[in-house]
T-cell receptor, first 109, second 114 residues
Framework: GENVEQHPSTLSVQEGDSAVIKCTYS??????FPWYKQELGKRPQLIIDIRSNVGEKKDQRIAVTLNKTAKHFSLHITETQPEDSAVYFC????????FGTGTSLTVIP | KAGVTQTPRYLIKTRGQQVTLSCSPI?????VSWYQQTPGQGLQFLFE???????NKGNFPGRFSGRQFSNSRSEMNVSTLELGDSALYLC?????????????FGEGSRLTVL
């Protein structure tokens, strides 16, 4: 089956700086790569996603890039704000969703 | 439009007992999938139900089972509970099969096994 690895597991940045979270996957048949944000005590919510026929997607301060050849995709958050503090999960879909182990992002005011 | 609803939100059980968790998907969604979330392990896929049929199953022992009703509501059951079953159990609904749709999560049922 698919295997998704996510790094780093924890990340602290100063407010206004950028944050980058990276994920790798193993199965080239995976075709959809969403990112979820989970605030403390709340449900995971989709923040951005990318399909395998697209290399990059941007939504305001958030962007995702996909390198199919290298089988990795990354989440980029620019101009971070304290409300960006949360756990972020990447996932790859191949018949089912396979999730990374999460990155706990702390934005220091 | 109401979101995904899970009940109960919190429960405490002892080893050897069994538990049933319920999930009501977003109206019109036909797929429900279940995940176990533990610290450091992320979300582990348990199973997916689509139109009352189990389509996929993760690598969990047979003590974990589920079903889906004709109104798309789903239940999962864990029998003979073990300490390691303590986790947040999340369900997610999708308009269509997980092969095509975005997942919408519920707030989870937090199970503590003593």
């Amino acid at each position: 089956g698919e295997n998704v690895e996510q790094h780093p597991s924890t990340l602290s940045v100063q407010e206004g700086d950028s944050a980058v979270i990276k994920c790798t996957y193993s199965d080239s048949a995976s075709n959809y790569f969403p990112w979820y944000k989970q605030e403390l005590g709340k449900r995971p919510q989709l923040i951005i996603d990318i399909r395998s026929n697209v290399g990059e997607k941007k939504d305001q301060r958030i962007a995702v890039t996909l390198n199919k050849t290298a089988k990795h995709f990354s989440l980029h958050i620019t101009e971070t704000q304290p409300e960006d503090s949360a756990v972020y999960f990447c996932a790859a879909r191949m018949n089912q969703f396979y999730f990374g182990t999460g990155t706990s992002l702390t934005v220091i005011p | 439009k109401a979101g995904v609803t899970q009940t109960p939100r919190y429960l405490i059980k002892t080893r050897g007992q069994q538990v049933t968790l319920s999930c009501s998907p977003i109206s019109g969604h036909r797929s429900v999938s279940w995940y176990q979330q533990t610290p450091g392990q992320g979300l582990q896929f348990l199973f997916e139900y689509f139109s009352e049929t189990q389509r996929n199953k993760g690598n969990f022992p047979g003590r974990f089972s589920g079903r889906q009703f004709s109104n798309s509501r789903s239940e999962m059951n864990v029998s003979t509970l073990e300490l390691g079953d303590s986790a947040l159990y999340l369900c997610a609904s999708s308009l269509d099969s997980v092969n095509t749709g975005e997942l919408f999560f519920g707030e989870g049922s937090r199970l503590t096994v003593l």
